[in-house]
C-alpha cells in the first residue's frame, strides 16, 4: 500500500498562494488516482480535487474551481495542489489520498490511502 506524506502548508494571507505536494513511497503512483480533501475545524472532511492515473482527468469542488490546479509527476513521485487566490474559508487541514484504480472520485470513502495531512491557515 502507498504511504503518502503532504508538505507545502502554512500560514498566509487572503489572496496568497501556496503550494501543497504530497510525496508517494511504497508503490509505483501511476497505479493510482490521487485526491485532495480537507477538513476544517469542527467540519467533516470534504472532497477538494482529483486526478486521474496519468493526469488526464481532473475534476474541483465549486468552491475551489479556477483557484486550485491538481498536477501530479509520476516519474518523481509527486502529486501538487497549486492554491491561488487563498480565501479565510480555505483555512483547514488537507489531506492527500490515493485509490489503487485509474479514475478519480469526489468520494472519501473510494480512497485506501491518506496522507498525516498539513494544515493551512489563510489570514483576513
Known amino acids: 500500500q502507498v504511504r503518502l506524506v503532504e508538505s507545502g502548508g502554512g500560514l498566509v494571507q487572503a489572496g496568497g498562494s501556496l503550494r501543497l505536494s504530497c510525496a508517494a513511497s511504497?508503490?509505483?503512483?501511476?497505479?493510482?488516482?490521487m485526491g485532495w480533501f480537507r477538513q476544517a475545524p469542527g467540519k467533516e472532511r470534504e472532497f477538494v480535487a482529483t486526478i486521474s492515473w496519468i493526469g488526464s482527468t481532473t475534476s474541483y469542488a465549486d468552491s475551489v474551481k479556477g483557484r486550485f490546479t491538481i498536477s501530479r509527476d509520476n516519474t518523481k513521485g509527486t502529486v501538487l495542489l497549486q492554491m491561488n487566490s487563498l480565501k479565510p474559508e480555505d483555512t483547514a487541514v488537507y489531506y492527500c489520498a490515493a485509490r489503487f484504480v485509474t479514475y478519480g472520485s469526489t468520494r472519501e470513502y473510494d480512497y485506501n490511502s491518506w496522507g498525516q495531512g498539513t494544515q493551512v491557515t489563510v489570514s483576513s
Open positions: 511504497g508503490g509505483p503512483i501511476r497505479n493510482y488516482a
